[in-house]
């Protein structure tokens, strides 16, 4: 079973409600589910749809396809039935508008029924009930939901339930019956979340203290899940701009706390000089850049890689920045958790790259390890530092002991965004700015050893090479597998982390290939840029999407077999 | 007695006879006075003349960019509010390129005092037009003399909502040592606008130009009476009042958290495996 099921419709008419209940029906199932928003920079109205795929392993990415189509509007079905495939089924309200005739048409009328049920707003659960009916699934998992969701509000889970049959029943056969996945797989340790909750369950976990922010898309769902979750320790405060966000999270870390902010591009704009200063006085901060097109207000709610130079050198001045990235949802749990360890252990800020196809996209996978998790501030040892206490005291490897404000008896710790000395006071000397400069800078090798090798899928001597950083990984990794079946010999190699960036395995695998792909959602290739300034190295092409949507596997396919391979 | 908090700290570069150094002397009377240890005092600053406070007195110190020392405390009132957390910095600091914190910050009702050095002039850029200089002072570039008009500090901070609103004068130590006790005392947030001359750049709003004009807040003035003290406000020219102008408590941000705030003093007693409840909401 693999199927794309696109539910569509004007924003404020329930679709996100509807995808996540079916996805998280179809995970219950046993079935491998992705999902992901498409919206659009408004509140009411426009066309706004959720795209969920599951299959009976959990997919990596999107096709440009559609098996179930549900039209809460005609837009909808204007915009996605060219793509519906021909076994395919679409639902359709009479209310709303009159296909030409298709046998593929399910007629369900939804606002009636919700109506008759109670409220036209449950039209999304009558669909969902028809859903159901389409894909030959039992309703009893999903009444149970519906009665949990509403436990709150007194009738109105019943009133769904209701919905729910009455969809159910409108629909007179399984159009497009699915196979449930053998039972031994069905629920118990997986779970279905998207990018920003990885991330936001991620910051918890690694122990941050702080979180502040301005509501930024699609950087925002990271804060709304920490204010939302209880006894979890982390406090969370809007700020009143960027600026502030990235000051108060330094003036958070100083007094002891692990604290993050996340924004998106125009937000980290604003927040560079706030990076500097983390930088200079050797603040940790973990700054989450959640991507989206720009320039300037760009696309608000797509996605995109364009900020990956900007974040390589953002902030005045030379400082160590180490720049992570997402990939997917496995890995993003502990690859955030490692930002904040770096964070700590070299006392600087990372840059931890998300995107609008990371954040608002959910994946099953099986549930985290959280004892992999790295809560260690790497402080000061009260028994062992020299005193008086010296914030900046030059060491061998650059790292100075850290202690924070109140740790020591009677010791002060000293701060400043000047260029300063070991106690941290404004110094004017050449010689005293050369010894700070090659204490900070210094700190840049030790993070490289501390780099990841990039993951790699494929034999050892591949013929085509694709390489990606990020969240094109689910792209990626299924346009290899098909290539592979299709007969050609082909490997991917995928880079979470980013800078300082590792070159051993990319510069093998580079000379045993015959043609290699750099791929990114860019205009120019900033990655493939980065590779060529570092170490000279060129890829043969570099396949680039900067439209706002993700990659699907078959872009990627098409432009290798374009090419001859 | 000697003062701990002069002790142990870098040697002010001021121009001589820069209100700065009364500033500091009276800071420094003012915390010894608190009764607290320099550990346990955490001053924030932006960049400035007055932002070089922290390596002028043995506390704490977060010398941070310019115009952002408000929210460094906010991050540090977050998470550690055990630590008494003065924030200091001149008018340009404070009312321009921190004008959007100062607005917020007041909203906010963080529980640190905040003394602003207002000489109305630029010091460390040489001498131009701050956000309070007089309107027609002329300088460098406002060659033909300030056309905006004044930022007034105590009646924007009471409008905005402020519990604790005053000015002191570098002219007048003791009182104004009593100005920053009272502030440092106050549970929430506490301004205190801070007139100073500048010996170098200002040559309008000097010592005796102040002197002249200053006159202490009367007695009987209520200062739980925020319109009269909208009204005190409002009074610059021929006289300017100094004092407490307006002191009343009201719930502070730190209150709002204490719910939420968890090990003030970092990790040690965290375990990750004690969040492994975060992924029951997202069970299938």
Same mark, same amino acid.
């Given at each position: 079973?693999?199927?794309?099921?696109?539910?569509? %419709?004007?924003?404020?008419?329930?679709?996100?409600?509807?995808?996540?209940?079916?996805?998280?029906?179809?995970?219950?199932?046993?079935?491998?589910?992705?999902?992901?928003?498409?919206?659009?920079?408004?509140?009411?109205?426009?066309?706004?749809?959720?795209?969920?795929?599951?299959?009976?392993?959990? /997919?990596? @990415?999107?096709?440009?396809?559609?098996?179930?189509?549900?039209?809460?509007?005609?837009?909808?079905?204007? =915009?996605?039935?060219?793509?519906?495939?021909?076994?395919?089924?679409? #639902?359709?309200?009479?209310?709303?508008?009159?296909?030409?005739?298709?046998?593929?048409?399910?007629?369900?009328?939804?606002?009636?029924?919700?109506?008759?049920?109670? %409220?036209?707003?449950?039209?999304?659960?009558?669909?969902?009930?028809?859903?159901?009916?389409?894909?030959?699934?039992?309703?009893?998992?999903?009444?149970?939901?519906?009665?949990? @969701?509403?436990?709150?509000? =007194?009738?109105?889970?019943?009133?769904?339930?209701?919905?729910?049959?009455?969809?159910?029943?409108?629909?007179?056969?399984?159009?497009?019956?699915?196979?449930?996945?053998?039972?031994? *797989?069905?629920?118990?340790?997986?779970?279905?979340? &998207?990018?920003?909750?990885?991330?936001?369950?991620?910051?918890?976990?690694?122990?941050?203290?702080?979180?502040?922010?301005?509501?930024?898309?699609?950087?925002?769902?990271?804060?709304?899940?920490?204010?939302?979750?209880?006894?979890?320790?982390?406090?969370?405060?809007?700020?009143?701009?960027?600026?502030?966000?990235?000051? !108060?999270?330094? %003036?958070?870390?100083?007094?002891?706390? *692990?604290?993050?902010?996340?924004?998106?591009?125009?937000?980290?704009?604003?927040?560079?000089?706030? #990076?500097?200063?983390?930088?200079?006085?050797?603040?940790?901060?973990?700054?989450?850049?959640?991507?989206?097109?720009?320039?300037?207000?760009?696309?608000?709610?797509?996605?995109?890689?364009?900020?990956?130079?900007?974040?390589?050198?953002?902030?005045?001045?030379?400082?160590?920045?180490?720049?992570?990235?997402?990939?997917?949802?496995?890995?993003?749990?502990?690859?955030?958790?490692?930002?904040?360890?770096?964070?700590?252990?070299?006392?600087?800020?990372?840059?931890?790259?998300?995107?609008?196809?990371?954040?608002?996209?959910?994946?099953?996978?099986?549930?985290?390890?959280?004892?992999?998790?790295?809560?260690?501030?790497?402080?000061?040892?009260?028994?062992?530092?020299?005193?008086?206490?010296? *914030?900046?005291?030059?060491?061998?490897?650059?790292?100075? /002991?850290?202690?924070?404000?109140?740790?020591?008896?009677?010791?002060?710790?000293?701060?400043?965004?000047?260029?300063?000395?070991?106690?941290?006071?404004?110094?004017?000397?050449?010689?005293?700015?050369?010894?700070?400069?090659?204490?900070?800078?210094?700190?840049?090798?030790?993070?490289?050893?501390?780099?990841?090798?990039?993951?790699?899928?494929?034999?050892?001597?591949?013929?085509?090479?694709?390489?990606?950083?990020?969240?094109?990984?689910?792209?990626?990794?299924?346009?290899? !597998?098909?290539?592979?079946?299709?007969?050609?010999?082909?490997?991917?190699?995928?880079?979470?982390?980013?800078?300082?960036?590792?070159?051993?395995?990319?510069?093998?695998?580079?000379?045993?290939?015959?043609?290699?792909?750099?791929? &990114?959602?860019?205009?120019?290739?900033?990655?493939?840029?980065?590779?060529?300034?570092?170490?000279?190295?060129?890829?043969?092409?570099?396949?680039?999407?900067?439209?706002? *949507?993700?990659?699907?596997?078959?872009?990627?396919?098409?432009?290798?077999?374009?090419?001859?391979? | 007695?000697?003062? $701990?908090?002069?002790?142990?700290?870098?040697?002010?570069?001021?121009?001589?006879?820069?209100?700065?150094?009364?500033?500091?002397?009276?800071?420094?009377?003012?915390?010894?006075?608190?009764?607290?240890?320099?550990?346990?005092?955490?001053?924030?600053?932006?960049?400035?003349?007055?932002?070089?406070?922290?390596?002028?007195?043995?506390?704490?110190?977060?010398?941070?960019?310019?115009?952002?020392?408000?929210?460094?405390?906010?991050?540090?009132?977050?998470?550690?509010?055990?630590?008494?957390?003065?924030?200091?910095?001149?008018?340009?600091?404070?009312?321009?390129?921190?004008?959007?914190?100062?607005?917020?910050?007041?909203? $906010?009702?963080?529980?640190?005092?905040?003394?602003?050095?207002?000489?109305?002039?630029?010091?460390?850029?040489?001498?131009?037009?701050?956000?309070?200089?007089?309107?027609?002072?002329?300088?460098?570039?406002?060659?033909?003399?300030?056309?905006?008009?004044?930022?007034?500090?105590?009646?924007?901070?009471?409008?905005?909502?402020?519990?604790?609103?005053?000015?002191?004068?570098?002219?007048?130590?003791?009182?104004?040592?009593?100005?920053?006790?009272?502030?440092?005392?106050?549970?929430?947030?506490?301004?205190?606008?801070?007139?100073?001359?500048?010996?170098?750049?200002?040559?309008?709003?000097?010592?005796?130009?102040?002197?002249?004009?200053?006159?202490?807040?009367?007695?009987?003035?209520?200062?739980?009476?925020?319109?009269?003290?909208?009204?005190?406000?409002?009074?610059?020219?021929?006289?300017?009042?100094?004092?407490?102008?307006?002191?009343?408590?009201?719930?502070?941000?730190?209150?709002?958290?204490?719910? $939420?705030?968890?090990?003030?003093?970092?990790?040690?007693?965290?375990?990750?495996?004690?969040?492994?409840?975060?992924?029951?909401?997202?069970?299938?």
């Amino acid at each position: 079973m693999d199927i794309h099921v696109i539910v569509g %419709g004007a924003a404020g008419q329930g679709m996100d409600t509807l995808a996540g209940t079916l996805g998280k029906l179809l995970a219950h199932f046993g079935f491998g589910v992705l999902s992901a928003r498409d919206y659009m920079s408004r509140i009411r109205g426009g066309h706004n749809f959720s795209i969920l795929r599951a299959a009976d392993t959990t /997919p990596w @990415a999107f096709e440009n396809r559609c098996d179930l189509l549900v039209c809460l509007d005609e837009t909808t079905y204007l =915009e996605h039935i060219p793509k519906l495939t021909e076994d395919g089924v679409f #639902i359709f309200d009479p209310e709303s508008f009159a296909p030409p005739g298709d046998r593929r048409g399910v007629e369900v009328p939804m606002k009636d029924l919700a109506t008759e049920a109670g %409220g036209r707003i449950m039209a999304n659960t009558v669909a969902l009930g028809a859903c159901l009916a389409v894909l030959d699934l039992p309703t009893t998992r999903a009444e149970e939901m519906l009665l949990e @969701a509403f436990a709150h509000k =007194e009738g109105v889970g019943e009133q769904n339930i209701g919905a729910l049959r009455a969809g159910y029943d409108a629909v007179d056969g399984p159009a497009l019956p699915v196979n449930m996945p053998e039972e031994g *797989r069905a629920g118990g340790s997986r779970i279905f979340l &998207e990018g920003n909750e990885v991330l936001g369950m991620s910051a918890a976990a690694s122990g941050c203290r702080f979180f502040c922010a301005y509501p930024m898309t699609p950087a925002t769902g990271i804060m709304t899940y920490l204010a939302g979750i209880e006894d979890s320790g982390v406090v969370v405060e809007q700020a009143e701009d960027e600026i502030a966000a990235i000051n !108060a999270i330094l %003036g958070a870390s100083y007094t002891g706390a *692990r604290s993050m902010t996340a924004t998106s591009g125009g937000g980290f704009s604003l927040m560079a000089e706030g #990076i500097s200063l983390a930088g200079m006085t050797e603040t940790p901060a973990v700054i989450v850049l959640a991507q989206r097109p720009g320039p300037a207000t760009g696309f608000p709610t797509r996605t995109d890689q364009g900020d990956l130079s900007f974040a390589l050198n953002v902030g005045h001045g030379e400082f160590p920045r180490p720049v992570l990235s997402a990939t997917h949802h496995e890995d993003a749990f502990y690859r955030l958790n490692k930002a904040f360890d770096l964070a700590d252990r070299f006392q600087t800020p990372v840059i931890f790259l998300s995107d609008q196809n990371f954040a608002d996209t959910a994946r099953t996978v099986d549930e985290y390890d959280f004892s992999r998790l790295s809560c260690d501030q790497h402080l000061a040892d009260p028994a062992e530092v020299e005193l008086p206490y010296r *914030r900046y005291a030059l060491t061998p490897d650059g790292i100075s /002991p850290r202690a924070l404000p109140g740790q020591l008896d009677s010791q002060v710790v000293l701060a400043d965004s000047d260029e300063h000395d070991e106690r941290g006071f404004i110094v004017e000397d050449a010689a005293t700015r050369e010894a700070m400069m090659r204490k900070r800078m210094g700190k840049t090798s030790a993070i490289a050893e501390e780099m990841d090798e990039p993951l790699y899928h494929g034999p050892e001597e591949p013929e085509v090479l694709l390489v990606g950083w990020g969240s094109t990984y689910g792209a990626l990794r299924e346009a290899r !597998a098909v290539l592979e079946e299709s007969g050609t010999n082909a490997g991917h190699l995928h880079f979470a982390d980013i800078w300082p960036l590792r070159t051993d395995q990319l510069g093998e695998l580079l000379a045993a290939a015959e043609v290699s792909y750099c791929v &990114e959602a860019n205009y120019t290739g900033q990655f493939a840029d980065l590779v060529r300034r570092e170490t000279g190295w060129e890829f043969d092409h570099r396949v680039l999407r900067f439209d706002g *949507r993700p990659f699907t596997p078959s872009d990627i396919i098409g432009e290798v077999s374009g090419d001859g391979k | 007695m000697a003062n $701990r908090f002069l002790e142990n700290t870098d040697t002010p570069t001021w121009c001589p006879g820069c209100g700065n150094f009364s500033i500091r002397k009276a800071l420094a009377e003012a915390l010894e006075e608190v009764g607290a240890n320099p550990e346990e005092i955490l001053l924030i600053s932006g960049i400035g003349q007055a932002a070089k406070m922290p390596h002028y007195i043995n506390a704490n110190g977060f010398n941070g960019l310019h115009g952002r020392a408000l929210p460094v405390a906010v991050g540090s009132r977050s998470v550690n509010p055990g630590l008494t957390c003065i924030v200091e910095s001149g008018d340009g600091d404070t009312y321009g390129e921190g004008g959007n914190h100062f607005l917020h910050n007041i909203r $906010r009702n963080l529980n640190i005092a905040h003394f602003v050095h207002n000489n109305q002039v630029y010091g460390l850029t040489k001498g131009q037009a701050s956000p309070t200089s007089d309107l027609g002072m002329k300088t460098g570039v406002q060659t033909a003399g300030v056309t905006s008009v004044p930022f007034n500090p105590l009646s924007v901070a009471l409008s905005v909502g402020a519990g604790f609103v005053a000015r002191g004068f570098t002219g007048d130590g003791d009182h104004l040592v009593t100005l920053l006790v009272d502030a440092i005392r106050y549970p929430g947030y506490a301004l205190v606008d801070i007139l100073q001359p500048c010996v170098t750049f200002n040559r309008i709003n000097t010592n005796s130009w102040y002197r002249d004009r200053v006159t202490k807040i009367p007695r009987d003035h209520d200062t739980t009476d925020r319109d009269a003290a909208l009204r005190l406000s409002h009074m610059w020219g021929d006289e300017i009042p100094i004092g407490v102008f307006y002191r009343v408590e009201r719930d502070t941000f730190e209150d709002s958290l204490a719910d $939420r705030r968890k090990d003030p003093s970092g990790l040690e007693q965290f375990n990750p495996e004690q969040m492994e409840y975060l992924q029951d909401a997202f069970r299938v």
